[in-house]
């Protein structure tokens, strides 16, 4: 299974509507270390970016709702429970995978796993189609890996 490529039309994510502005849709599941690792940075979209991210977790929404608190996630996340219908349209692989897309409807770009220059240029594509500021996601000071596979 490949994630879905730029340019191909986003399956639709429940009280999504991709028209109103372009959205940062983020895939994820509360047991994996690198959505952990992940989680305070990704936030970082929702606070520069407010409005513009939905987090789709593998888990139960209870378990969303814990992890979300933890980590400090104040984005909407909703759950893809088995079979995982959601994320098998979208061709997911690996956890965390964050896809962005346009107004059109269509993948923009995608970022498998915790990758600092990849989620750093999804950050700058969104500021450009949402005429926001951009932010760093993250920086080699904040102490994270550059890479870490999902």
Not at 67 to 92: C, K, W
Not at 111 to 140: F, H, K, M, Q
Request: with cysteine; aromatic share 10%.
């Amino acid at each position: 299974m490949e994630p879905l490529a730029v340019g191909s039309p986003a399956p639709p994510v429940l009280g999504v509507d991709f028209a109103s502005g372009p959205y940062v849709v983020l895939f994820y599941k509360v047991t994996c270390p690198v959505c952990q690792l992940a989680a305070p940075k990704v936030e970082r979209f929702e606070q520069a970016y407010p409005g513009h991210v939905v987090g789709v977790g593998q888990d139960p929404p209870d378990r969303l709702e814990a992890f979300q608190h933890e980590y400090g996630m104040t984005f909407r996340s909703l759950a893809d429970v088995e079979p995982y219908e959601l994320s098998n349209a979208y061709g997911i692989r690996v956890v965390p995978t964050a896809f962005l897309v346009g107004t059109d409807g269509a993948i923009v770009q995608a970022v498998e796993s915790w990758d600092r220059d990849a989620l750093n240029e999804l950050s700058s594509r969104l500021s450009e189609l949402t005429g926001s500021p951009y932010v760093a996601i993250s920086e080699p000071a904040d102490g994270l890996p550059s890479f870490r596979p999902g």
